[in-house]
């Protein structure tokens, strides 16, 4: 398998503050400026699994979603694990004992050359309400695993967008066709 586009040079089409344009051959797509990474945080406590949700401007709604932020973007040379860490406290208020990085993913490959390392959070104590910074205005759930299914359902009649990471979540429950 090999895209005509492959061996195409890169040209940048446009650089702001956060994100760049790009071409190749045919294709359009864009990334982050500066080297910034994500990580997407699977926080687990006591049988719950701790989401977030937050209105997000491209949707123009509110997105339910795994805790998650940004590597790098106000320390050069931060690691995965103390970005995620950190990143969970601001939005969740849940303090983690131990990060465990699962692995790197991409959520839109054809589209964003963007991708996130996944990370596992466990021993968290609750330290705070959460909710993020500045304006973040970011609502926390504690929601019980066997309950996921129905909460993001009832999430999503309700006008939410579920994040594409939720799968991970309801991905036995989709397969067994519930």
Do not use: N
Not at 14 to 31: H, L, M, Q, S
Not at 88 to 95: A, C, I, Q, V
Not at 140 to 168: I, M, N, Q, S, W
């Amino acid at each position: 398998m090999s895209d005509p586009d492959r061996d195409v040079p890169e040209e940048t089409r446009w650089t702001g503050k956060f994100i760049v344009t790009k071409t190749r051959g045919k294709w359009e797509y864009v990334g982050r400026t500066r080297g910034v990474r994500a990580a997407v945080i699977v926080a687990v406590d006591d049988g719950a699994v701790i989401l977030v949700e937050q209105y997000r401007v491209p949707l123009g709604r509110p997105c339910l979603e795994l805790p998650a932020g940004l590597v790098g973007d106000e320390t050069a040379d931060e690691s995965i694990e103390i970005a995620a860490a950190r990143e969970l406290e601001e939005e969740t208020g849940y303090r983690p004992a131990r990060i465990e990085a699962i692995g790197e993913f991409a959520s839109s490959p054809g589209m964003v050359t963007e991708t996130f390392t996944l990370v596992r959070a466990s021993g968290l104590t609750r330290v705070s309400e959460g909710g993020g910074v500045d304006d973040e205005d970011i609502t926390v759930h504690r929601v019980p695993l066997a309950e996921v299914a129905a909460f993001v359902a009832a999430r999503r009649e309700a006008g939410t967008v579920a994040d594409v990471k939720l799968l991970l979540l309801l991905g036995a429950g989709i397969l067994a066709g519930g």
